[in-house]
């Protein structure tokens, strides 16, 4: 038996079970803060000074995710209120501006988030070429990047119908007519006569769930935007993150020491 | 450094100026979050969301654009037909942009900025992402109206703007037989063929090999076809530069 002095009062029991250590500023802390927490345990405990300078990353990685979850975030309170049928969509939309509170501001956020992300993904894409950062042995970083650049644009593709007005109705008719013309599998592209693809059978027709954008469309821009592509994109984002620290960390100039060992840094 | 610096900095000594993540970086992603929040909340209060009226099929409006990041593979249907902007340019850039790694092999500069040390790829680089992806977005959103014909941004759109040009295809222009504008496009990409057989004992083709050249002189050639069809449209109407009963370039 220890004497009651040790024993943990209630309070105390309650906050060690969930923060595991204590918070003075030690250098066994510092690490423990990181290592300890599930999301901060995306980083590594320590880092290069380099790879801390907004000059060097314009934070624009980091910025395009924080965008994704606002998107996540306002994008659920969103579905509360919406329904992806042609007879009820844009009614929705005219109740989610009038009559919830907050709604929207919500819609604000969302839309405007996701714009921002488009851009803020340009830039990091930018920012990676000019550094180098593609480099071994960053190159597979690199591809899923670009996996995750593609994904982002669907992202906001698909969510560019739901409004159902004129302009998301329109703006993905031209889209989607694109696909119309794909060699061999669109019913216009060259090779069609060749496959017999008619406007009921190509590509587009799969794409939309019919010859034009209707409600099959829409139900499927909504599933795809909604549920499908965001767990892609969440998980090519939990890869590039990985990947990041497996690469060795946010690039940097070699160190004196290690350059001539591994190009681009040690690994992690 | 503090003696708290040096200690945990220890803790990982492959990397010699390494700190502690917290909280040195993790005090720089909150402040930036919630700079960036704060920016995103006023954008929102001011700006509103569009929303037109109720999706019409029976109603087309001119100009219909697609959504604004997508306006640069719009403005390429003046001047290519929609299999190529629409397909196979989109297309082309995924792959295209994911081979980077792959083609680019100058070691150098690797992990910090430097336009000394690769002015080649950077030069590339820039000319598509300015030149052929950001520039004709703002062409699309800024100055185009109905018919698709340009309009400046503080033109109206209701003054009259009917360009009637009867475009012709450019062997019909040179008076020759339509099959050399097959022959137009081979002698393009066998520039590429040509460059090599020129240069191929340079240090920098030596480095490169066969297979990665080839694929990097068909992205370039590609790259630089594109401003050069539009020159050709824009400077003497040539629509087509190699028709077919299949397709048309
Ligand atoms: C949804 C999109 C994306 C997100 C959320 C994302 C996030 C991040 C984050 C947080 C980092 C850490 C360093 C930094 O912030 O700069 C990073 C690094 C990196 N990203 Fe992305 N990224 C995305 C898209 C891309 C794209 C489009 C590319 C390239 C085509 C790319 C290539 C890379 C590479 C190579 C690194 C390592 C850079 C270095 O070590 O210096 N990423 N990314």
Redesign the pocket.
């Known amino acids: 038996m220890s004497p009651p002095a040790e024993r943990p009062g209630f309070w105390q029991q309650v906050y060690r079970s969930v923060f595991r250590h204590r918070f003075d500023d030690t250098p066994r802390n510092r690490v423990l803060q990181i290592t300890s927490n599930v999301f901060l345990h995306l980083h590594p405990a320590t880092i290069r000074r380099h790879?801390l300078r907004l000059r060097?990353?314009?934070?624009?990685?980091?910025l395009?995710?924080l965008m994704?979850l606002v998107t996540v975030v306002t994008g659920v309170i969103l579905m509360f209120y919406y329904r992806p049928t042609a007879a009820a969509a844009y009614i929705d939309m005219k109740n989610l501006q009038h009559e919830i509170p907050f709604g929207m501001i919500q819609r604000n956020m969302h839309r405007w988030g996701a714009h921002a992300?488009v851009i803020l993904?340009?830039l990091?894409?930018l920012?990676?070429?000019l550094?180098g950062?593609?480099k071994p042995p960053?190159e597979f970083?690199?591809?899923?990047?670009?996996l995750?650049?593609t994904?982002?644009m669907l992202l906001s593709f698909t969510g560019y119908l739901l409004p159902w007005d004129q302009l998301a109705r329109w703006a993905i008719t031209v889209g989607t007519n694109m696909a119309a013309a794909t060699p061999f599998i669109g019913h216009q592209g060259p090779g069609a006569g060749l496959t017999g693809v008619t406007e009921r059978t190509d590509i587009r027709a799969l794409l939309l769930g019919g010859p034009q954008v209707g409600d099959a469309a829409l139900l499927r821009f909504y599933v795809l935007h909604c549920v499908f592509l965001p767990i892609i994109?969440s998980v090519f984002?939990i890869v590039?993150?990985w990947r990041?620290r497996k690469?060795?960390?946010?690039?940097?100039p070699p160190h004196a020491e290690d350059a001539a060992s591994s190009p681009g840094g040690p690994r992690a | 450094m503090n003696d708290a610096h040096a200690q945990a900095a220890r803790t990982d000594e492959t990397l010699p100026d390494a700190v502690t993540t917290w909280p040195h970086l993790v005090r720089i992603e909150l402040l930036t979050t919630l700079v960036a929040m704060v920016l995103l909340t006023v954008w929102s209060i001011v700006v509103d969301a569009p929303l037109e009226e109720a999706a019409d099929p029976n109603r087309t409006p001119d100009p219909s654009k697609a959504p604004w990041y997508f306006l640069g593979l719009q403005e390429l249907l003046v001047y290519f037909d929609p299999w190529i902007a629409g397909v196979i340019v989109p297309a082309l850039i995924i792959l295209g942009?994911m081979a980077i790694p792959y083609l680019d092999r100058n070691p150098r500069g690797s992990?910090y900025y430097t336009l000394r040390e690769r002015p080649f790829s950077i030069a590339v680089f820039l000319f598509g992402f300015l030149g052929l992806w950001i520039v004709p977005i703002l062409i699309g959103v800024f100055c185009r109206g109905p018919g698709w014909n340009w309009y400046w941004p503080w033109e109206p759109w209701d003054i009259a703007h009917a360009t009637h040009l009867t475009n012709i295809n450019l062997t019909d222009w040179l008076g020759v037989p339509s099959a050399l504008g097959g022959v137009f496009v081979c002698a393009w990409y066998s520039l590429g063929g040509a460059f090599w057989l020129w240069r191929r004992k340079s240090p920098a083709l030596l480095q490169l090999g066969g297979a990665r050249y080839a694929v990097t002189a068909f992205l370039l050639l590609t790259m630089t076809a594109i401003p050069l069809k539009m020159a050709l449209r824009l400077l003497v109407n040539v629509k087509y530069v190699w028709v077919t009963p299949w397709f048309n370039i």
């Open positions: 790879g060097f990353t314009w934070g624009m990685g980091g395009s995710f994704f992300m993904v340009w990091h894409m920012r990676v070429f550094s950062s593609y960053r970083n690199w591809t899923v990047g670009v995750l650049l994904l982002t994109a984002m590039h993150f990041v690469d060795g960390g946010i690039s940097g | 942009l992990g």
